[in-house]
Structure formats: C-alpha cells, structure tokens
C-alpha cells in the first residue's frame, strides 16, 4: 500500500535558525498537505499542494511539491518558539485515500 | 471550516470495560474518519464511518474491538471495547473538507489502567 515517508524524526533549533522537513511518497500523489499539532494540540490544517513543482508561501512557511508529484517539503525560515510542534504531511492517492507521514517534531530553543 | 465537539477529552479506564467516544460536528458530512494516534506517533485511521451502512475498517482494527455508529450525518460514536493497557492512546475523529483539508476533533485521551 502507499507509504508516506517523512524526515527528519525530530530537529532541535536555535530560535532564529531554519527549519525543513522533508516527506517522500512511495506512490503518485493527487494532492499533499501539510498539518500542525501543538504539544497536546490535535492536528490542524495548513495548506494542500496540488500541481507539479507548485510553492507556496505562508508567511515564513515555503511550502514545496516536487515535479514528479511523489515529494514535497516545509522550511520555516527564522524560526519562532511558537513554530515548536509535529509537523505532518499526508499525501492523498488517486483513490483518494489519505495517508499520513511519521511527522517531524520541531523543538526551538529560545 | 467545520467545528467537530469531541467527548470526553479524556479518561482513565479500568482494563476490560469499555468507552464511548462521541464527535458531533456543525455540518453534515457524509464521511467521518476515526484515527488512533499513540503517544509520540502519526496517526492511523481505524475506520470510516458512513451514514446509513457499516462503517469500513483498516487492516488490523476490527469491528467487535471498535464497534462505529454513525445514526445520522452530523454525529458518530467510536467505543474502544474490553481495553487493555495496549488501547491507551489518544483516539480523533475527523472530516474532510476539501480543498481544507481535514478538521481535527480535538481528540480523547485515553489511559487504560
């Protein structure tokens, strides 16, 4: 079935410092999109890729989908010790099924 | 986007009973999702609940462990039965909004003792 990989696990930062985590699709996907979860928080949405090479901007979040539709990555620039939480992608198949990755855990020191 | 009520936030259970968790959500949908997420992990989607017919189960969850009512389009109930220490987990319901992604009930926290 589809597996969503995603790294790193976890990343300690400067306050200050960037931030990416990456995630890799072991199938084509239709669309991806990116979750935060908050220390005792549940996830909440950020925002969905949905064409090839695609970027978006939320502030100091750059959002990426690769060309081939199967990667897609998050860099925080400058990071804030409110950007501390799990990051999620999920990546949706063609059968629209949703499938999470693993997460990376963002931890900033102020 | 929708707003999902989720009950209880969280409990602490004695092994071999059984809890009830409910999500009401301000809309109607016509899926909802129930997803287990233990500590420090991602989250696994245990069922899909239509209304109207049974709900479909991913491989490893079953429907006597996790029995899912869904009575009408706005609500539905996941019971976590016969626990065990193993089921302690934070338990979430969701919907899917696209092109909004999914909203997120905020989630029952469940220790099995």
């Known amino acids: 079935g589809q597996q969503v990989m995603q790294i790193p696990q976890y990343q300690h930062v400067q306050e200050g410092e960037d931030f990416t985590t990456y995630c890799n699709s072991s199938t084509t996907l239709s669309n991806i999109q990116w979750y935060k979860q908050r220390p005792g928080g549940h996830p909440v949405f950020l925002i969905q890729l949905v064409k090839s090479g695609e970027v978006k901007k939320q502030k100091r979040l750059t959002f990426q989908f690769g060309e081939a539709k199967k990667n897609s990555s998050l860099h925080i620039t400058a990071t804030q010790t409110t950007d501390v939480g799990t990051y999620f992608c999920?990546?949706?198949?063609?059968?629209?099924?949703?499938?999470f990755g693993g997460g990376t855990r963002l931890m900033v020191k102020p | 986007s929708a707003v999902i009520s989720q009950k209880p936030s969280r409990d602490i259970c004695q092994r071999g009973t059984s809890l009830t968790i409910q999500c009401q959500v301000d809309s109607q949908v016509t899926m909802m999702f129930w997803y287990r997420q233990q500590p420090g992990q991602s989250l696994t989607l245990i069922a899909t609940?239509?209304?109207?017919?049974?709900?479909?189960?991913e491989s490893g969850f079953v429907i006597d462990k996790f029995p899912i009512s869904r009575p009408n389009l706005t609500f539905s109930t996941l019971t976590v039965s016969n626990m065990s220490p193993e089921d302690s987990s934070i338990y979430l319901c969701?919907?899917?909004?696209?092109?909004?992604?999914?909203?997120f009930g905020s989630g029952t926290r469940l220790t099995v003792v």
């Open positions: 999920a990546g949706r198949n063609a059968g629209n099924m949703l499938t």
């Open positions: 969701s919907v899917d909004r696209q092109p909004s992604g999914y909203t």
């Open positions: 609940a239509n209304q109207g017919s049974e709900a479909t189960y």
